[in-house]
């Protein structure tokens, strides 16, 4: 159960950073990462309330870095 939890945490962040950087649209990243973790759920992965309350903190916390890479990265190419 705590490897999961540690999953919890980091992917679905990781997950939002990246789909971000491939889109250039922190929103899009979000959708894609809340439609995979949608997906796992419904096959039976996300066992607890725990974990969605994991998988949801984590999702904010991929979109705040998204948000801040995107605005780096903005100001680079200015």
Same mark, same amino acid.
């Given at each position: 159960?705590?490897? %999961?939890?540690?999953?919890?945490?980091?992917?679905?962040?990781?997950?939002?950073?990246?789909?971000?950087?491939?889109?250039?649209?922190?929103?899009?990243?979000?959708?894609? +990462?809340?439609?995979?973790?949608?997906?796992?759920?419904?096959?039976?992965?996300?066992? +607890?309330?725990?974990?969605?309350?994991?998988?949801?903190?984590?999702? +904010?916390?991929?979109?705040?870095?998204? !948000?801040?890479?995107?605005?780096?990265? %903005?100001?680079?190419? !200015?």
């Amino acid at each position: 159960m705590v490897d %999961k939890m540690i999953l919890a945490l980091l992917i679905p962040a990781l997950l939002v950073v990246l789909f971000s950087r491939v889109t250039y649209n922190q929103f899009v990243g979000l959708v894609l +990462t809340v439609a995979l973790i949608a997906a796992s759920a419904y096959k039976g992965y996300t066992h +607890t309330w725990e974990l969605i309350i994991i998988d949801a903190a984590s999702l +904010t916390a991929g979109l705040w870095l998204s !948000n801040r890479m995107m605005k780096q990265l %903005k100001l680079k190419l !200015n």
